[in-house]
């Protein structure tokens, strides 16, 4: 069966009756809820249809090329659902957006990507990290986040940007998903990966007491939530060692206000951004590596993995850090993504 959208070809897969009834109606509460946006977090909805692929969500920043996202769209596995807010000036805080669990500024630059995913709007939200843009957010959600130099490599080797620390880097495009599989997918079809039986050196801080199920090594790592430039060194020495490292960090704009424009102004303002425990989620883009977010079960606390943007390496620690997931917690499910809590009406409506 075919259909014929904005001129392009689309093939619908067959469903048995029940299932195609069940995926309607998750189709169209996704629909629904875009078009209440209930946390302003949507700049523009598109029509969606069952059977044409899983939702996409994409932060409204021109980093993103559209052939990128057409893509996507051709492969029938994916169909555009949103355009997404970002944080002006596309800073770490959005100061229009609220995190929907803590009532605090939304974590950003890719806020409305992370909370439209979050919600159960979107299936995928695609956004662009400089200095933490797409991890934090999805870190601050209890999302599971990635990103990569090697997305999109082409387009996005057109750009260059300086932080507000003054540090020159080139932004990476990156996903954000609640389900571990969804995730797993889009990096497949859009990351090249290469399969690896060596032996392999995974690294943690010696400060971690975490219980890896898998073996590694303690080292020394730097003030993690301290000075960037330190950490930028640190990881450009150790990662060509190891196939990857871990590090656990959070809980994300929880406790704090990370954000480096207002960290800047004193040494009160330092601590308080430093309360909001962004570590090496700030600098793993900043180094051209690849980074992969894994949500335990404390609020915006997670493991992310960082290594080189080397196929046969990233396909280890995607492997690695899967043994880490964990079921979601059921209340985010049964509140946040029934679509009933949003629509509830009092007698003036």
């Known amino acids: 069966v075919c259909i014929v959208r904005y001129g392009w070809i689309c093939r619908v897969p067959h469903f048995s009756l029940y299932e195609k009834r ?29 059977g044409d692929g899983l939702l996409l969500g994409v932060k409204n920043d ?32 959005d100061l229009q957006l609220m995190n929907p669990i803590t009532g605090n500024y939304m974590s950003g630059s890719s806020s409305g990507t992370a909370i439209n995913v979050f919600l159960g709007m ?60 969804v995730l797993k997918e ?10 690896d039986s060596s032996v392999h050196k995974i690294v943690i801080s010696s400060i971690d007491s975490s219980n ?9 790592f730097p003030d993690i939530y301290g000075d960037r430039k330190e950490n930028i ?10 196939d990857f490292l871990i590090s656990k960090e959070g809980p994300v704009d929880v406790e704090g206000f ?18 909001a425990k962004k570590g090496l989620l700030r600098v793993a883009n900043m180094v051209g590596a690849t980074a992969i977010s894994i949500p335990t079960d404390e609020l915006g606390v997670s493991y992310l993995g960082i290594c080189e943007s080397i196929p046969s390496k990233i396909a280890v620690m995607i492997g690695k850090m899967e043994k ?26």
């Open 212 to 220: 890896y199920p898998f073996e590694v090594e303690r080292i020394d």
């Open 324 to 349: 880490l997931v964990i079921p979601q917690d059921e209340l985010i499910e049964s509140y946040f993504r029934n679509s009933e809590t949003w629509f509830r009406k009092g007698y003036g409506e």
């Open 62 to 93: 021109f980093h993103i090329h559209s052939s990128f996202i057409q893509s996507l769209v051709d492969s029938r596995n994916y169909q555009l659902h949103t355009i997404d807010v970002m944080a002006k000036g596309g800073r770490a805080i």
């Open 233 to 242: 060194q640190f990881l450009e020495q150790v990662l060509p060692t190891v």
């Open 258 to 275: 990370g954000d480096s424009v207002f960290g800047h102004f004193d040494e009160r303002t330092k601590q308080i951004q430093r309360k």
């Open 186 to 195: 889009i990096v497949k079809v859009t990351v090249p990966l290469e399969n």
């Open 122 to 181: 979107n299936d995928i939200g695609i956004g662009s990290d400089g200095g933490g843009s797409v991890l934090a957010p999805a870190m601050s959600l209890n999302l599971f986040g990635f990103i990569s130099y090697l997305i999109d490599k082409e387009n996005m080797n057109l750009y260059s940007k300086v932080s507000t620390d003054d540090i020159r880097f080139r932004p990476s495009l990156g996903y954000i998903a609640k389900d571990f599989e």
């Open 22 to 50: 069940e995926k309607i109606m998750k189709v169209e509460e996704m629909e629904r809820l875009a078009n209440l946006n209930p946390f302003t977090s949507v700049v523009h909805s598109f029509p969606v249809y069952e």
